[in-house]
């Protein structure tokens, strides 16, 4: 796999994989600093862990009012992915 795109991922949450390895060093995680469902903690802790890039938006769950930096994320992450 060449790059993992994670948004509000489960990470913690009963009945969801614990904490996955990552499969590639090009990974980042995208997190709603007002997230009510997945503790914002839980990206926080996943990023250190395995040292992926970490972006916490103010936003919610579903960070549907920050389509725009998401666009703009998601562009560098593959630009990133593809120079390797």
Avoid: C, K
Avoid at 37 to 43: C, E, K
Avoid at 52 to 63: E, I
């Amino acid at each position: 796999m060449a790059g993992l795109f994670l948004l509000a991922p489960a990470f913690g949450l009963p009945g969801y994989a614990g904490d996955p390895a990552p499969v590639t060093s090009e990974h980042e995680v995208i997190h709603g600093w007002e997230d009510d469902i997945v503790p914002v903690q839980n990206a926080i802790d996943y990023a250190r862990r395995h040292h992926a890039r970490l972006h916490v938006l103010d936003s919610g769950y579903d960070l549907n009012d920050r389509i725009a930096t998401l666009e703009v994320l998601f562009a560098a992450h593959l630009r990133r992915v593809v120079a390797r």
